[in-house]
């Protein structure tokens, strides 16, 4: 069984950086598909940025040039590199892995972005 634990998160100002990590534990393959989510307080959760085993990659309109999604497969992790954050990106950053069409997530790692 797959379970995954995020670290890296933090306060930040805004203008500032994070990276943000992911590792798997259990079976991760190429064919699974690795991604970040976020849920901003009072939102919904949604997609940030998503990656394929061969180093595919697609954004959310709002993160792209600020954002960088990268994969280590033989670690089994996943990262996010966040550049020139602002304040409406303060949310819960949940690492996701789809397998065969079954999301597992992680336990959430808190980012705030804030003077």
């Known amino acids: 069984q797959v379970q995954l634990v995020e670290s890296g998160g933090g306060l930040v100002q805004p203008g500032g950086s994070l990276r943000l990590s992911c590792a798997a534990s259990g079976s991760i393959f190429t064919s699974d598909i690795m991604g970040w989510y976020r849920q901003p307080p009072g939102k919904q959760r949604e997609l940030v940025a998503v990656?394929?085993?061969?180093?595919?990659?697609n954004y959310a309109d709002s993160v792209k040039g600020r954002f960088t999604i990268s994969r280590d497969n033989a670690k089994k992790s996943v990262y996010l590199q966040m550049n020139t954050l602002k304040p409406e990106d303060t949310a819960v950053y949940y690492c996701?892995?789809?397998?065969?069409?079954?999301?597992?997530w992680g336990q959430g790692t808190q980012v705030t972005v804030s003077s």
């Open positions: 996701k892995v789809a397998k065969n069409g079954v999301g597992v």
């Open positions: 990656i394929t085993g061969g180093g595919a990659t």
